[in-house]
């Protein structure tokens, strides 16, 4: 370690959609006791995305994510979780986390249909845009079978998912599969007919994407469907998977996780998490056990998403701390308090 | 203008940028629930509006362009403030904005079924009644 780059990768959120980021890294060079240097990035976050989040709790940024890319508030959600387990090293029970995925699926199609929806609507194709929403409103009729609310509905939390599906919801979702196969099917034939009667289309909207420091492949609008609809059917295939899987799941002692705002981590009888919500603070406070070797701090929220906090924060921080540092900032999100 | 078959006129409707309540505003205006068929459609000239949707927060550019629109709005105009951020900051409390509104409707976002409840307490002949 000494005068090496150490490297510390932690998972932060990332946007299904358009504003997908990276994990943010961290990387610190020391001299084998202190941090000299640190350096943090996000991703790829949108810019402007990093304008607005930072000097927000995660909380409140959380909200930002969840709410600016409604429909990957699924996976922010999920990323956060798991954040928070695996710094506390919390078991989520596998039907909670089969139903974890399935919402991720169901809002991954959904992000696709909103956007397939907007291609059509600049090719001025109205009925095939009105078509595309009515099939995405099967998908939002059935995140409020599951968790009563449309969008934004806060559903994955540290710990599982805040309730098991309701009745009828597996059966539903089957029936929906069946449907969205069908319609992908005829989407799929409309805009082969499409590019082949007006090949100048898909010179319409072309889109090159940046990969590996250099313009890759362009897609023209058209193309870009075609890819929309062979992801759906791929998510549709996952999510016929995760019905099946939880169906096989049954009677109750398959328990879903609990809605750990305030939790005890079960290896470690000491620990305790305390979430304020209102302030968006997340509070470890643990006591000191020789037996189990664990050093324990208080620490102290709020956080900031600032990558100037981050790389400040950790100068003239001792190595050995790293890892309690690194797991608080999975927990707490960046503020320590000794 | 007039129509006969929906009401005694077609409302025009301006709506400010947004991202989250402007999902729940396209499926309002989409087959499953249809404001147009209620008389309502949009438009982007303040000049032929009759009714400015307030919904997003408002920074500094959103709100100067609001408040132009507002003021070239004919006479008899309605403003309808459309989600939390709109109603009472929501996610930007830290955003203020200074025109009268006649409907707030909450909701993160508000649900079309809100939109259109508020849309009719706006325009009552629009339910047909």
Known sequence: MNGEKTFIEIPAFFAGSQMSTGPLLVSAKSNGIEIQEAQAEFGFAHRGMLDLISAKTWERGRFYWSHLAPDSAPQVEKVFSEWVESGLRIHVPQRANEIRNLICELADSSRLLKCLAGCFRHLGISPARHQVHRMREGVLDLFELMTGSRHAFYFIQPGGVRWDVSDGFLSRTAQWCDRFEKDLELLQEFIHLVQVTNSALDSLGRVSFWREGKHGIELGVVSRMQVMIQQMASAAASIRAHVQDIAKMTGLNQVVGVYAMDWVAPEHEDIQIQHESLRGRWTLIAAPDANKGIRVRRLICPSYFGQQWIQESLLGAQEKDLPLVLESLDVSSLEVDQ | ?129
Do not use: H
């Open chain 2, 1 to 129: 203008m007039s129509n006969g078959i929906l009401g005694s006129k077609m409302r025009k409707i301006l709506i400010t940028p947004a991202i989250c309540c402007a999902d729940e505003w396209f499926e309002a205006e989409e087959s499953r629930y249809d404001i147009e068929r209620l008389g309502f459609v949009r438009t982007t000239l303040p000049e032929d509006a009759d009714l400015l949707v307030i919904q997003g927060a408002m920074n500094e550019r959103i709100l100067a362009w609001t408040q132009d629109a507002y003021s070239r709005m004919p006479e008899g105009k309605k403003v309808l403030a459309s989600g939390t951020c709109a109603c009472g900051g929501g996610l930007f409390p830290e955003m203020k904005g200074n025109i009268p509104v006649d409907v707030f409707i909450v909701g993160c976002p508000p649900r079309p079924e809100a939109l259109i409840d508020g849309l009719l307490k706006i325009f009552p002949e629009g339910s047909g009644s």
